[in-house]
């Protein structure tokens, strides 16, 4: 990709996913994305709580900060811009489209590809910036980005696939509500693991995907009691912390 269309592409498209969230409180159409969310007005059981997504906020700043830099004339042929350029481009593209359109038109299964995409970009400019030396403050922040993206997302996929089945497909086969919410567990902690074993999974990763899993738990113990979720949850956060330190202790070991 050509380098000036590579930073106007990443500089216009931070810009537009750091505003998207707000769409529907300035024109009106559609609803907030956190009210679409809930089904009929029932949390269920595998979304988070609501103060959850403040993850959100560094995230995106993160990535406005990472945009304005590599947009800077002096930064033009910078190799790690270079590298990455493509895939966040696509990253905060797909972003936006996902925001914007659950406002507007709520949960469908257009949302899959959208979420999938951007998780998608995400770990390709993760495996990207992998062993890459980073020289400088804002490059030294990617991690920080990529890390924290990747892990939330690792979650996000998964429940938005386990929401978008339920409202369009499977719910007339009257499935439980407790099955929706492991079947968003139990492939979001085996991804996250695999992603930790692949070595594309960094301490903010963690951070992330914990955060999702605490705020479940929250959802479970707090606001709408529901037991067995709340322990498969706990379990699911203690067997990704454990497995994350434990690999960093191999890895450690193999070094010496």
């Known amino acids: 990709m ?5 930073q106007i592409l990443n500089l216009v498209l931070a810009v537009a996913q750091f505003a998207a ?3 529907s409180a300035v024109t ?7 009210r679409r969310a809930i089904d009929g007005g029932f949390l269920p059981p595998e979304q988070p709580a609501g103060w959850a997504f403040s993850i959100w906020f560094p995230i995106f700043a993160l990535g406005l900060a990472y945009a304005v830099h590599q947009a800077l004339p002096s930064a033009r042929e910078n190799p790690v811009y270079r590298r990455i350029g493509a895939a966040t481009a696509a990253m ?5 489209a996902w925001m ?5 038109f709520g949960s469908s299964v257009v949302l899959l590809p959208l979420i999938f995409g951007m998780y998608a970009a995400t770990m390709i400019a993760s495996a990207r910036l992998s062993g890459f030396a980073l020289e400088g403050r804002l490059p030294r922040l990617l991690p920080v980005l990529l890390g924290l993206q990747g892990g939330w997302l690792t979650a996000a996929i998964m429940l938005n696939t386990t929401s978008v089945v339920r409202g369009s497909m499977a719910e007339p086969f ?3 509500m407790a099955v929706y919410a492991l079947a968003t567990l139990l492939p979001a902690t085996v991804l996250a693991m695999a992603t930790i074993l692949a070595r594309r999974a960094n301490g903010w990763f963690v951070f992330a995907f914990g955060w999702a899993l605490v705020a479940i738990a929250f959802t479970n113990i707090v606001t709408q009691p529901n037991w067995p979720i709340a322990a498969a949850t706990l379990a699911a956060l203690g067997a990704i912390v454990l497995g994350h330190q434990n690999f960093i202790r191999t890895l450690k070991i193999k070094e010496i």
């Open 21 to 23: 969230p707000g769409f």
């Open 100 to 104: 914007l359109w659950t406002q507007i």
């Open 28 to 34: 009106g159409i559609g609803g907030p994305i956190g």
């Open 174 to 176: 009257g499935v439980p």
């Open 2 to 6: 050509n380098d000036r269309l590579r």
């Open 92 to 96: 905060f593209a797909a972003g936006t």
